[in-house]
């Protein structure tokens, strides 16, 4: 049995208020109820929380920020504050997107503190790992990953994972249109259900969903989420429009009507 798929539009610094607002509207529509087995999640940019969720509402689909601070609200220029996306109707934040690493100076240390503070304070947390090209080519994805998953989760508790969910993204996979084969992919979650199993038990790693992200679309995405270990897709350029966001919907309902 497959865990219940999860797709995620990651619209990065992406729309307009407008824009925003007719894509959630559109997404809600081309759904039209029909989610069974498939969990859909879209993130717009923060300014456009809320007119998105007041477009989601009555709906399935859940909402997520791309970011967030840990720190508590206060005198913190420019942040926002976990409590603020609770307020506007967030259940989910992506955190350690590979655009905030390499952009943002977001080590691991700074996304541990903000993956600790997602959770104690009430968000779901979509936790992005990924090798740069470099570390693929030279055989050493494992090991950077290993280090990412163990300082990103550090000192988190086997009832904490199960807000969790992981999404790996190949960073050279991103955004470039060049997708890791379905059986490059698979082999790295396998990796890190492995690497879960050892680091928290069994039960966590069977629990744990596993997304993948890099160049998703509805042309790729059946293939992909057909794997046993793919448990969903982190979508970015292709989550800005509907049709091709609602295509890959439309692949893991077909993927988790067979499983
Ligand atoms: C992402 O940014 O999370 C992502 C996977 O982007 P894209 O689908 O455009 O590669």
Redesign the pocket.
């Known amino acids: 049995m497959k865990r219940s798929l999860f797709i995620v539009g990651?619209w990065?610094m992406n729309t307009t208020l407008q824009s925003a607002k007719s894509l959630a509207a559109d997404v809600v529509k081309g759904l039209d109820g029909k989610l069974s087995g498939v969990e859909v999640g879209v993130c717009p940019p923060a300014p456009f929380l809320l007119p998105v969720a007041e477009a989601l509402r009555g709906s399935q689909v859940v909402l997520g920020a791309q970011n967030a601070s840990n720190e508590k609200p206060g005198a913190f220029t420019g942040e926002v504050a976990i409590e603020m996306l609770l307020d506007v109707g967030c259940q989910w934040v992506?955190l350690g997107?590979?655009?905030r690493r390499q952009f943002f100076g977001d080590t691991d240390e700074i996304i541990n503190k903000k993956v600790l503070a997602a959770l104690d304070r009430g968000l779901k947390v979509i936790f992005?790992i990924g090798e740069l090209l470099d570390d693929r080519q030279s055989g050493r994805t494992e090991a950077v990953l290993e280090v990412q998953l163990a300082k990103g989760l550090l000192n988190l508790t086997a009832a904490q994972m199960e807000r969790v969910v992981i999404?790996y993204?190949p960073v050279w996979?991103?955004?470039?249109?060049v997708?890791a084969s379905p059986e490059q992919a698979e082999e790295t979650h396998a990796y890190i259900r492995k690497w879960l199993t050892t680091r928290f038990s069994s039960s966590v790693s069977d629990a744990t969903r596993i997304q993948y992200?890099?160049?998703?679309?509805g042309d790729n995405a059946k293939e992909l989420l057909a794997k046993p270990n793919i448990d969903g897709?982190?979508?970015?350029?292709?989550?800005l429009k509907a049709d091709q966001f609602l295509a890959i919907v439309r692949a893991a309902s077909e993927v988790a009507t067979i499983s």
């Not at 897709?233 to 989550?239: P, R």
């Open positions: 990651n990065k992506i997107h590979s655009e992005c999404a993204e996979a991103i955004g470039t249109g997708t992200g890099g160049s998703v679309k897709a982190l979508v970015g350029g292709a989550s």
